[in-house]
């Protein structure tokens, strides 16, 4: 029997079996009401919702603090002494990289594709609100970490809502966080399987297939993706081996070039059509307010935007807490500052980078996806680079696969989290889980498993509900948290220290 035989058997029985389970919950997950001619899906309504209010709880904290987490960002108020693992710079990049991916190519061309350019408008503003409900989880991450007698450190919702929920409440807090942390802790490490490992390994060989002449050419066979498959999977396992210093020490280099390369190339397509970006933002202002065959109008683009970018930066998802809580501080809101960053440079640069590129270069494919022609987003992307740089297709695979590899170490360290937190962190535990995740990384490139996916995707939104109840329970330990902070830095800058005058009047608002 041929290896395609062997996974297209695979494929089927996987499907048959999981398919019906995964139809239930999208329809739970998902569940949509009509508005306005269009479907809002609640579960994007409920994180929207809660970056408004955590935007208002906190004093528009996004826009207030945004210098100080710059400068945070780049050290003046690191702590050497303290616990943690690895430095705000680090720690922002590994969380950025599980965020920074496929969704910033491929799905920002399918949002403008069915929602219009205006889709864009309203991707900016989602992840504009996002940055509070990031700053809120962050910092409840660092808050209540747990650090362990070798130095490691874990942290996410599995350890901030029993012990915070605790905390607030005592003896009913406490059963009530550990329910919400074992399903957080499930829901993490499902994802992290099937979502964060599976599809990125899976998507980013078909990206490498497509420049590579295709089913018929060298990477297109059983044996090339069995290859590709053990190629990705000995990368992960030697840098999971190695933990958060390892996965931060790459994703430190590789994200900050990766994203590099990716903004430069957008603003050559942009500067070589210079003259037509004022129409082009002129197009995404009109389209946000006034878009035409968008289903449902203003209210559809809106929504296409707001998801797009939900599902892009993860705010509120609780899956970033866990990166960042790795972090050297005294201050757990040092870091929710940090963290705020993250849906900026995710969604705000890079998802709207990718957006303007499309509609100023405006390649024959996104017209054939907006007359509702099935063409796949990544695709959408590629020749509006290529309108302007012919070889830069293959840059992009590039980009795709180091992306695609950054958001498998991110999610393999997630998953770890979740895996040792049900199961205890014995170096056998870890072993088990971290071969389960190498054996995935592997089949990733020869098996679809869709239907298990989708699944993936409707267990991580679920998240959302579980940590965003907890967000909202513990929002007063986090305004204490950004005082103390922010008192912290006030005496730096009395001490009269060189650092402290030169920051002065670049934290006029502290």
């Known amino acids: 029997m041929s290896l395609e035989s062997i996974t297209e058997n695979v494929d089927e029985a996987v499907s048959g079996f999981f398919e019906p389970i995964a139809e239930w919950l999208g329809e739970i997950v998902f569940y949509a009401v009509p508005v306005g001619g269009t479907d809002l899906p609640l579960i994007v309504a409920w994180l929207v919702v809660a970056g408004l209010v955590f935007t208002s709880w906190f004093g528009l904290v996004q826009l207030r603090k945004f210098r100080l987490a710059v400068d945070v960002v780049r050290g003046k108020y690191d702590d050497k002494d303290s616990a943690g693992e690895v430095n705000h710079f680090q720690a922002l990049t590994a969380a950025v990289s599980g965020t920074v991916g496929l969704g910033n190519i491929a799905g920002v061309a399918v949002a403008v594709s069915i929602g219009g350019a205006g889709a864009t408008f309203w991707m900016i503003l989602c992840g504009l609100l996002g940055m509070a409900t990031k700053f ?31 905390e607030r409440f005592g003896k009913n807090g406490r059963t009530f966080g550990k329910v919400l942390a074992v399903l957080a802790s499930i829901m993490i490490l499902f994802f992290g399987l099937f979502g964060g490992n599976l599809f990125q390994v899976n998507q980013s060989y078909a990206q490498l297939v497509s420049v590579t002449g295709g089913e018929d050419g060298a990477m297109g066979s059983s044996a090339g993706a069995l290859f590709f498959g053990i190629l990705v999977a000995a990368l992960v396992g030697i840098v999971l081996l190695g933990g958060i ?15 590099g390369i990716y903004i430069a190339a957008c ?9 037509a970006v004022p129409a082009a933002i002129g197009t995404i202002i009109e389209g946000a307010f006034n878009p035409e065959g968008v289903a449902g109008g203003v209210l559809g683009a809106l929504i296409i935007g707001f998801q797009r970018a939900a599902f892009s930066n993860e705010a509120g998802l609780g899956s970033a807490p866990i990166a960042h809580s790795a972090v050297k501080t005294k201050h757990p809101a040092s870091e929710g500052l940090v963290a705020l960053l993250e849906p900026f440079i995710d969604t705000v640069v890079i998802c709207t980078m990718t957006a303007l590129t499309i509609v100023i270069a405006n390649p024959a494919s996104w017209g054939e996806a907006r007359a509702g022609e099935s063409i796949g987003g990544v695709t959408i992307t590629s020749d509006a680079f290529e309108t302007v740089l012919p070889w830069f297709p293959y840059v992009l695979t590039v980009a795709v696969l180091l992306f695609a590899i950054s958001t498998v170490l991110t999610w393999g360290y997630y998953g770890l989290k979740a895996w040792t937190y049900l199961f205890g962190r014995s170096r056998t535990s870890e072993t088990v889980f971290k071969s389960l995740y190498t054996l995935l990384a592997v089949s990733g490139s020869l098996l679809t498993l869709q239907t298990l996916i989708d699944l993936a995707d409707a ?34 800058k009395a001490g009269g220290t060189e650092e402290g005058t030169n920051d002065e009047r670049s934290e006029a608002t502290v």
């Open 136 to 166: 809120v989880e962050v910092t409840l991450g660092v808050k209540y970490r747990e650090v362990h007698a070798d130095g490691t450190v874990s942290g996410g919702p599995m350890h901030y809502l029993p012990k915070g929920l605790a």
């Open 245 to 259: 210093r390892s996965i931060a020490s790459v994703t430190s280099r590789l994200i900050p070039a990766m994203a």
């Open 267 to 275: 603003l050559v397509v942009i500067l070589v059509n210079v003259t």
């Open 459 to 492: 267990v991580l939104f679920s998240l959302a509900v579980v940590n965003i109840i907890g967000l909202y329970l513990l929002a007063p330990v986090v305004k204490r948290e950004l005082d103390a902070f922010l008192a912290y830095v006030r005496t730096r």
